[in-house]
């Protein structure tokens, strides 16, 4: 378990093993998220909409499903 010791100015050091599994650097943004007795860290990505793409890639193309939906309910007349 990574754990970590809050200074007197409230500052944590991440592990080191943590900040290289996230390819966390100095100067980085990070933020803090109050979960009603436990608190994240999550950093906050330099590019949000590049680190986005292909997160809900899957093994059915979207839209082709919709469009094949939409095509067999029109057959169906509906």
Known sequence: MNTG???EKGWVVIP??????YHLKKGDKVHFI???GMVAIVPI??????DA??????RTNLTAA??????????RGG
Do not use: C, F, N
């Open 16 to 21: 080191r093993e943590l900040r290289e599994r």
């Open 5 to 7: 010791t809050l200074s």
């Open 45 to 50: 990505s330099r590019e949000p909409v590049r």
């Open 66 to 75: 919709l469009l094949r939906e939409r095509q067999d309910a029109k057959a």
């Open 34 to 36: 109050d979960y009603g």
């Open 53 to 58: 793409a292909g997160m809900l890639k899957g």
